[in-house]
């Protein structure tokens, strides 16, 4: 199958998703691997394409929170006000769905289902057009890091999906947000961070809010099924390291023999010898959170005996940062 890049043409991209082919498209956090959500067939396809375990549920992409409740059951009271606040934007809600309105294979066989308006035109034009919702996984193989240009769903699933539409680089850089609203009783859960904080939910609803931070064991049905897999992980190991002693550590592992390639803030690398680096725009958190998957990948291209990549704190974005930043280093962390 050839893979087809769109640019300006939506018309065939909406098409090919309206007749049941997976097409990528681009959101504001990363790409995502868009299939009709109410194809259970167009679904399947995108297990396959990605080899992502079937009990891991998809989150569907939506052009109005009008499209999502179709399929609601149940609304959380909160569940208008956080809507009209952060949609459109990378925030994904779960909520109980109507019993049978999504296919399984959709929600993993959980009375529940994820819902997410994507901040971008391009995005949620491809959704009008195709007429359904779209479900969308990140567009990249099981277990990679998060595709945030159209070159790397290209790299990991050309030949595999008949097109990708380009909408350059996305602005965030890490999956959205997913906050659980599934039981109208309970607070609100954030079941994975992202660029809507857990400061920004708690301000705005003036109300704690908490996040899962429990461990899932193989055997256990998580909360949000996608946290007991592997994640984020180039081929090369990554190590994490205090921004502090990135000196000491790159001395050290060099000592030792190390290849090494270095992924931190253009401050942090200033007289720093690595075989490779790749620098973050800016020395914000910000960009540092939309740099982490390009920078893995870009690393990952070379060969290296290990990418160094600085921690940050993990209060506002810098927990979604360090949250995918552990993942990808399987928690490892450079100690003197
Ligand atoms: O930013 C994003 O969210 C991107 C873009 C493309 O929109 N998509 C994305 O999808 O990251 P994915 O499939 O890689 O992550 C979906 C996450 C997984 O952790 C999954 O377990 C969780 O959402 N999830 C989906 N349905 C759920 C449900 N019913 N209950 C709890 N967690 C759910
Ligand atoms: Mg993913």
């Keep these: 199958m050839d893979t087809i890049i769109y640019k300006q043409d939506l018309?065939?991209?909406?098409?090919?998703?309206?007749?049941?082919?997976?097409?990528?498209?681009?959101?504001?956090?990363v790409y995502g691997l868009g299939a009709n959500a109410l194809d259970k067939e167009a679904v399947k396809q995108v297990f396959a394409v990605k080899g992502r375990p079937s009990d891991n549920p998809l989150i569907v992409h939506v052009e109005s929170f009008e499209q999502a409740k179709k399929y609601i059951q149940t609304l959380h009271p909160l569940a208008e006000k956080i809507v009209q606040q952060f949609w459109p934007g990378p925030l994904t809600l779960i909520f109980e769905i109507i019993p049978g309105s999504l296919p399984q294979e959709v929600t993993g066989g959980l009375t529940t289902a994820a819902f997410r308006m994507p901040n971008a035109k391009l995005t949620l034009d491809l959704i009008h057009q195709a007429g359904v919702p779209l479900v969308g996984p990140s567009a990249n193989t099981s277990g990679k890091p998060s595709p945030t240009c159209a070159g790397h769903v290209y790299h990991d699933l050309q030949g595999k999906i008949a097109g990708i539409v380009d909408g350059g680089n996305c602005q965030v850089g890490v999956e959205s947000t997913v906050l659980d609203l599934s039981n109208p009783e309970a607070a609100p859960m954030i079941l994975r961070p992202g660029a809507i904080t857990r400061e920004m939910l708690a301000d705005f609803l003036d109300m704690e809010i908490l996040l899962d931070k429990h461990l899932v064991k193989e055997s256990e049905t998580p909360k949000s099924p996608g946290m007991k897999y592997k994640h984020y992980s180039p081929n090369t190991p990554v190590?994490?390291?205090?921004?502090?002693?990135?000196?000491?550590?790159?001395?050290?592992l060099k000592a030792q023999g190390k290849k090494l390639g270095l992924l931190a803030s253009p401050k942090q690398l200033v007289g720093l010898n690595a075989e490779l680096v790749s620098?973050?725009?800016?020395?914000?958190?910000?960009?540092?959170?939309?740099?982490?998957?390009?920078?893995?990948?870009?690393?990952?291209?070379?060969?290296?005996?290990?990418i160094l990549v600085t921690t940050t704190?993990?209060?506002?974005?810098?927990?979604?940062?360090?949250?995918?930043?552990?993942?990808?280093?399987?928690?490892?962390?450079?100690?003197?």
Aim: hydrophobic share 45%; no cysteine.
């Design 239 to 252: 190590m994490m390291v205090q921004p502090e002693i990135l000196a000491t550590a790159v001395a050290d």
């Design 279 to 306: 620098a973050y725009e800016d020395e914000s958190v910000e960009a540092a959170t939309k740099g982490l998957f390009a920078g893995l990948r870009a690393l990952d291209e070379q060969d290296l005996d290990l």
């Design 11 to 29: 018309a065939t991209p909406a098409q090919l998703l309206k007749s049941g082919q997976v097409v990528a498209f681009p959101t504001e956090t």
């Design 313 to 336: 704190a993990e209060t506002g974005l810098g927990q979604a940062y360090m949250n995918r930043l552990k993942k990808a280093a399987g928690q490892k962390i450079y100690e003197v």
